[in-house]
């Protein structure tokens, strides 16, 4: 090892172990953590997935003294947050002084209810959307770590991550009114905002549901290709699997040349798709 | 049942485990915080993500690992999972400051510390060092530089963690060496 190997080496070995944060800092973090995801949230499931359909869809999430522990009873969807209506989360302000106190936020139990009847009248089993996303904001640079935020438009446009989930959740709410080319207009919009976005694997899942919607049967193909390439192990695969992608064209409708074409050029591909998805090593 | 453990059945596949021997169905909230907050701060910083906006971006990994946590299987190690969120935190972050029009300043040095035992202010001048020098890279190589030599995460484990191939974590990895020891080489010459 040369002068500037060795030289190198120390000055990384001396860098290891720096940058660390203070206590004050990780408490910081945690007392706001704690207000975004403990106090006054409830999540109210707008559309659950078929597999938590019919069951006693229920999502607790206990939180003591920050003590986050999903406990899931049904779809575990609306416990990541895939799953809910809104967040709203207010007050817990972080507390004034020493910040190496931390205030316990008191044990919430947060019970996502089966879906309603309405929230899925007019949808279709195979367009039922993915469930609303809880919109968590993250938090002005100040450190007000949250505020209550149910619609888009009280989304500052700074926020990338809160005004993704915004968009999805419109893109979402348009296709459950079967608004299917409002909802793609609104992914598109997603996507070019955002465009390597946190909601990508989301928003491709949905893209696949609202192309369906739009009855483009042969783009809904490409894309759930897409999407299983992409994320191969998402959890919303199977959503994705029992979409009209993956569906036979009704038996009364002769084909098309463009459609058989399609299933000729894809349908294939979709049964043996293993090597495409894999994306990177 | 916890809820990595009803994610991975709900999700048809089974539980995994990770390279650290930590289950998917064993992983929970707290213990990723707990355990792995100082990893994703430490990133942030390394990656240029400045003192005033560090706890913003910080809180917004975890607000995404709580969204995500059930997606966790055990295929890649924890840190990985982590790093490739906050990866993906921290590019949001510089998206946005550029649309703010701001700029991402460069890593701050340590202030000038008080005359001290000689370690402290040797260990400042490295930390000032490699900070100037990590700023120099871009994002990409700079995070395999951090995760490589800093965090000391094998190859494999930052090819999960970016998602990108193994051959080009190593060509990152070593144009960020090679850019390293030039400029070590131009410090010992009074040149930097």
Known sequence: ?281 | MPPAEVAAALAGRPARVDSAGVSSAELDFQAVYEQHFDFVWRSLRRLGVSRAAIDDVTQEVFIVVVRRLADYDGRASVRSWLFGITYRSFLGHVRRERRRGGHLPLPETLPCPEPGPFDQVRRAEAVRFVEAFLATLDADKRAVFILAELEQMTAPEISVALGVKLNTVYSRLRAGRAAFHQAVALEQRGES
């Open chain 1, 1 to 281: 090892m040369n002068d500037t190997e060795t030289r190198a080496e120390a000055l990384l070995d001396a860098v290891r172990s720096a940058h660390d944060p203070t206590a004050d800092d990780r408490d910081r973090v945690r007392v706001a953590l704690g207000a975004a995801l403990g106090p006054a949230a409830s999540i109210g499931a707008g559309t659950a997935l078929p597999e938590a359909a019919g069951s006693a869809a229920e999502v607790s999430i206990g939180v003591k003294a920050f003590s986050t522990k999903l406990i899931v009873g049904g779809s575990l969807i609306g416990a990541i947050g895939v799953g809910g209506g809104v967040v709203a989360l207010t007050g817990a302000q972080p507390p004034a002084g020493n910040s190496s106190t931390v205030h316990a936020a008191q044990p919430v139990a947060v019970a996502v209810p089966a879906p309603k009847p309405e929230a899925v009248t007019g949808a279709s089993h195979e367009l039922s959307p993915i469930p609303d996303e809880p919109v968590v904001e993250p938090p002005e640079p100040q450190g007000a770590a949250v505020r209550a935020t149910a619609t888009a438009s009280a989304i500052p446009s700074h926020s990338g991550l809160a005004e993704e989930i915004a968009l999805l959740r419109r893109a979402q709410q348009a296709l459950g009114k079967s608004q299917a080319e409002r909802s793609l207009s609104l992914l598109d919009e997603m996507a070019e905002r955002h465009p390597n976005g946190q909601m990508g694997e989301e928003a491709a899942a949905a893209r696949v549901l609202a192309l369906c919607g739009a009855e483009r049967r042969a783009e809904a193909r490409a894309q759930a290709r897409r999407f299983l390439s992409a994320y191969p192990g998402s959890v919303l695969t199977q959503r994705v699997r029992s979409s009209c992608a993956f569906q036979q064209a009704p038996s009364k409708v002769q084909p098309g040349p463009t459609d058989s074409a399609v299933r000729g050029q894809l349908g294939g591909r979709l049964e043996t798709d293993g090597t495409e998805r894999k994306v990177g090593p």
